[in-house]
């Protein structure tokens, strides 16, 4: 499990490009001596909403080899990304193993993953996409539980051994770090980890 991959920051104005190519290799590798079975990208592939070229295809190279080892991959969107774009030839690439949620109708609908159902929550700004999803507060915690409704509801017509949740927010009680740059103000952003029991 990752996120927050940021591809195409900069740090002090130097680019970490070529660090985070190193992280790739190692991530390949990694998946490759460790015989993983999927990887999970929860959000913020890219730090902008318009990534470089060098950056875009960064992360064609992760994917391509990752793939090339058999690993199933799972995105979704964060707030760095722009959906839409990330989202780009979803349905050809989930033909591939390369399985991307970026939009409210991807919201329960799983990746199968043996006897795994793998529920991919994009990042939701509640002012956009809380009528949408019918929640009954435009809050973090609202849409995500208006999501987890949906997720609720796949997993009861399912026979599956497990299920993961992943979705890119901050969940009271985890810790941040130093690198993360806060946008948002006295932890309105925060979801309680009541939201994903039930499960």
Known sequence: HTSDW???????QVGLL?????????????VHSESVDVVLVAGDVYDRAQPSPDTVALLSDALERLVDTGVQVVISSGNHDSATRL????GILERAGVHVRSTLGDIGRPVLVGDVAIYPIPYLEPSVVADALGATE??????????????????????????VVMAHTFVTGGAGSDSERDITQGGVSAVPPEGFTGL
């Open 6 to 12: 940021h591809l195409g920051r900069s740090f002090h």
């Open 18 to 30: 070529d660090a985070q190519s190193a992280y790739v290799d190692h991530l390949v590798e990694l």
């Open 87 to 90: 989202g780009f030839a979803s």
């Open 138 to 163: 435009r809050t973090h915690a609202g849409v995500l539980r208006a999501a987890m409704t949906r997720v609720r509801a796949d997993l009861d017509a399912r026979s599956v051994a497990r299920s």
